[in-house]
Every structure is written in structure tokens, then in C-alpha cells.
């Protein structure tokens, strides 16, 4: 739960508060009115109570009139109250834009947060056996997504290969008895669920409370590591921990019976109602916090597995703990990361996922391809939309530009409509129509002179005909 001030904490318990929202680029507000936020947060993935989850967090702003490019910007969210003529700000976290959707004067925007960084293969250079710390900040740096480390450290005995960081943190989270996710603050973080101070009685939230008819409780541990031959053939080698029905059952080739030991010691015994419940938005809530809801016949411990909060004017929040019954629970080779042990030997020449430093091949064709950098020698494009374009060489055909800014421009043919210009040098023109204020010529020859008042210097007319003269002042030869 976010600490703020005990003023914040008593304001957002009553009825009149009045909680507004800010988004920011690069620390300073983007200065758009923000019409919607929706904050989508958890730390359980599935139908049940998984192990080392590694969820990531987004939102989705409907914002009038950014007046900014904010596609592939890494924006902050806030939620705050006005505390004593002064706003105190409680930040959601650290969010990617993706591409921005224009609807009318509204623009409509879905940003995810730093997990998504850990989607990159994870090529360790450091010598195994190795702590999960050391790993995590190699990730860490890798990946340039900060580690707030947890205290308690396990050995990798092998070197994880062909993985992502974020696969790897996963199955990290799995031996130390955790999840993952991305803090309010930006930083990769495995933790477990504690309880806040934090009930919500009856006159807290919107009926109805749906929840389970009894309690889970975590009594056991069970985890494949890989295929073993037996006497009825080939199946799964796993690991035990606890005695009991209820339990969590799930895949880490690098688990070891002592770090599993640990893990459950860790967690073994946590007890919850599932359930899911509406209730009256508090800022202060984070992914795994356990609150107390009151359905007026007793309390019930509520894990936030997954969390909504919902500004449109006012705060609203959405919570949800999921758990199967005991006639549920099996202990099948499922797990969060949804990985098989065997998966290289499932998919001998179709391969669902490449993961490489570098690759080189004459031909690759694909339907679609995202990357963070891209260098050619040569590149035939049919379509291009880009966000910005630099280039040192550009040949085009045809050009169609809304607005250009061009320090120096040369061609054969130009044709405008319209020219504004500061200075203007030409050897030769042709002008159907002329006017200005001042004009300078070292020679002019024209069949007709019309001008409405005019000066020539002395001796400037050599041979004239003319019709008539009016002159107050005639000298002649």
C-alpha cells in the first residue's frame, strides 16, 4: 500500500474529495485535460493462485487535444488531491504509449509499463553457479529497467539458455517463493502478498461482494523440472513441498528440492476468501496488497491478485482474488510461464520464438517485424508510415508535403501557388504582374512605362518623344 500523507489517507475516506489526474513527459505535466484513466494492475495471472507471475501493468487514458507526439514516450501517471491548497500526487508507475488512436478532437492511448522491456532474450555473461541477485541486476542493466533486489538470494546452477529476462525472472520469482512486477516506481520488484490496514466495510463498496463459499489455503508445492524414463516410460520429474490438496503446481527446469523447501516455508499456510468486489477507489492500493472486507456477518482476507482503478471525475476501483476449490486442484505440469520443459523437442522445425544476438540468413519473410533498431544496406519499402524521418540522401519521385521547413532548395522546374519570400535572386524571370514598394534594376527595357510619380536623375533621358509638357521651370540649349 503507497504511504502518503495521514491528511491524504483521511481525505480519501470521505465523501467530498475531489481526486484529479496528471500524466507527465520527462517530469513535467503534458498540460492536456485528461477526460479518462483506467489503471489495469496485477500480480496472479490465470484462474487460480500462480507462482511467480510476472504481470504487466497498463492504462488506458482518453485524453482531449495532446497537443504532443506521444507514441513510444515513456509518460508517469498520478492520481491526487488537493491537501491545504497544496496537490499531493500518487503515482501509478512508468508507461510506454503505444500508437495513439484519433477519435475527433480526442485522442485515445494504451501504455504499457517497463515489464514489457524483459521480452528480449537473456544472453548471461556471468559465470554459474550464480546468485539470483547478480542475475537480476544483469537483467537489470541489460534491459535498463532498475532492480529493487529482494533480500533473500538462490543459486542458478546452470546457465539459463534460450530464455527472456523475463522468463528468467519468473522462474527466479518461483524459487524464492514470489511474483514480479514493476512498481510504482519503475523498479523490477519480486515480493509476496501482505496485509494492510485497509477495511472495507459494508458502506465501502457496491453489493454484491461475490466471493467463495470457504477459505483457500496454500498447504503444498509441487514443481516439474524436466522428463525422466521410468518403468511405464518417459514422464515428469518434479519436486514436492507440504502435504495437503490445495496447493500450486508448476514448471522451472532450475528449481532444486532445497530452494523449493525454501519457497514454501516462505509462503506455506496463506489463507484467503476468493472473491472479487467494487468498491469506493483508493489511490493507496497496489497489486498484492491483502485487505479486509466485512460482507455484515464476519471478515474475509482479500488478496489483490488484480486491480482496476477508474477516473472519469470520480475514483472507483474493481478487485479480484481467485482460487479453485478443492475439487479443483490438480497438479498438472501448468504453470504462469506457460513453458514445457520439452518445448525444443515439440517444435523440431517450427519454431514459435528466436532468440539471438545475431542472425544472418539471405532470405527472411515475415508478416510482421518490430524492433528496437534497424540498419540496411538497401531496403524496398511499399508502404512507409514513419514518425519522424531523417536522411542525409533522399531521391523521390513524387512528394506530397503538408508543411516543410528547407534550408536550401535547387531544381530543374517549380511551380507555387503562392510564394513568401525574404529575398529573392533570379537571372532571369518572367512576370506576368509586379508590385512592391521598392524596387532597384540596373537596366529595364519595356514597351510601356506607366507610373503615377517618378524622378529621373540628371541626364538620365536621352532621346524622348513627347506629346505635351507642363512645367512651372523649363530650362533648354
Not at 31 to 36: Q, V
Not at 418 to 439: C, E, K, P
Request: charged share 25%; aromatic share 8%; glycine share 8%.
Amino acid at each position: 500500500m503507497r504511504q502518503t500523507s495521514e491528511t491524504f489517507a483521511n481525505k480519501t475516506e470521505s465523501a467530498d474529495r475531489r481526486i484529479k489526474t496528471d500524466i507527465r513527459l520527462q517530469g513535467n505535466s503534458i498540460g492536456a485535460e485528461i477526460r479518462s484513466l483506467k489503471y489495469h494492475a496485477g500480480c496472479n495471472a490465470g484462474d487460480s493462485i500462480a507462482l511467480g507471475s510476472s504481470v504487466s501493468a497498463y492504462i488506458d487514458l482518453t485524453i482531449y487535444k495532446p497537443g504532443l507526439i506521444l507514441q513510444d514516450k515513456e509518460i508517469q501517471a498520478f492520481l491526487g488531491m488537493d491537501i491545504d491548497g497544496t496537490m499531493e500526487w500518487v503515482p501509478l508507475g512508468f508507461f510506454t504509449v503505444q500508437k495513439p488512436k484519433e477519435d475527433g478532437e480526442d485522442t485515445r492511448i494504451t501504455a504499457f509499463d517497463r515489464m514489457k522491456k524483459l521480452e528480449k532474450p537473456y544472453f548471461s555473461k556471468l559465470s554459474y553457479p550464480a546468485g539470483t541477485n547478480a542475475m537480476l541486476q544483469e537483467i537489470g542493466q541489460m534491459r535498463a529497467v532498475p532492480v529493487k533486489l529482494p533480500a533473500r538470494s538462490v543459486t542458478f546452477q546452470e546457465k539459463p539458455e534460450g530464455y527472456t529476462c523475463r522468463e528468467v525472472v519468473t522462474y527466479i520469482a518461483q524459487m524464492l517463493g514470489c511474483f514480479a512486477i514493476i512498481n510504482r516506481d519503475g523498479e523490477l520488484e519480486l515480493k509476496w502478498y501482505q496485509d494492510v490496514d485497509h477495511p472495507l466495510g459494508t458502506d465501502r463498496y457496491w453489493p454484491p461482494y461475490e466471493r467463495a463459499e470457504q477459505d483457500y489455503s496454500l498447504n503444498k508445492l509441487e514443481c516439474t523440472v524436466g522428463r525422466e524414463e521410468g518403468e511405464e516410460g518417459t514422464q515428469n520429474k518434479t519436486l514436492a513441498a507440504g502435504a495437503g490438496i490445495r496447493g500450486i503446481s508448476f514448471a522451472n527446469p532450475f528449481m532444486t528440492q532445497e530452494a523449493l523447501d525454501a519457497a514454501y516455508e516462505a509462503i506455506k499456510g496463506f489463507q484467503f476468501r476468493p472473491g472479487s468486489v467494487t468498491a469506493f477507489g483508493d489511490p493507496r492500493i497496489e497489486a498484492g496488497d491483502v485487505l479486509t472486507v466485512n460482507d455484515g456477518e464476519g471478515d474475509h482476507r482479500l488478496p489483490v491478485m488484480n486491480l482496476i482503478l477508474e477516473w472519469d471525475g470520480g475514483l472507483s476501483m474493481e478487485i479480484e482474488a481467485v482460487g479453485n476449490a478443492e475439487t479443483e486442484e490438480n497438479f498438472d505440469t501448468k504453470g504462469p510461464t506457460a513453458k514445457m520443459i520439452d518445448r525444443v523437442y515439440t517444435e523440431l522445425f517450427l519454431v514459435d520464438r528466436v532468440l539471438a544476438n545475431k542472425i544472418e540468413a539471405d532470405y527472411v519473410e515475415a508478416n510482421f517485424v518490430k524492433t528496437e533498431r534497424f540498419e540496411s544496406l538497401e531496403a524496398s519499402i511499399q508502404d512507409l508510415d514513419v514518425t519522424k524521418l531523417t536522411a542525409r540522401v533522399a531521391v523521390i519521385e513524387n512528394a506530397y508535403v503538408d508543411k516543410a521547413e528547407i534550408k536550401e532548395l535547387r531544381g530543374e522546374y517549380a511551380e507555387f501557388k503562392n510564394t513568401v519570400t525574404q529575398n529573392l535572386q533570379a537571372v532571369s524571370a518572367d512576370v506576368t504582374a509586379l508590385s512592391g514598394r521598392y524596387a532597384t534594376f540596373e537596366k529595364v527595357t519595356t514597351q510601356e512605362l506607366i507610373a503615377a510619380k517618378g524622378w529621373m536623375a540628371e541626364g538620365a533621358i536621352g532621346d524622348a518623344q513627347i506629346s505635351s509638357v507642363s512645367a512651372n521651370k523649363l530650362k533648354a540649349g
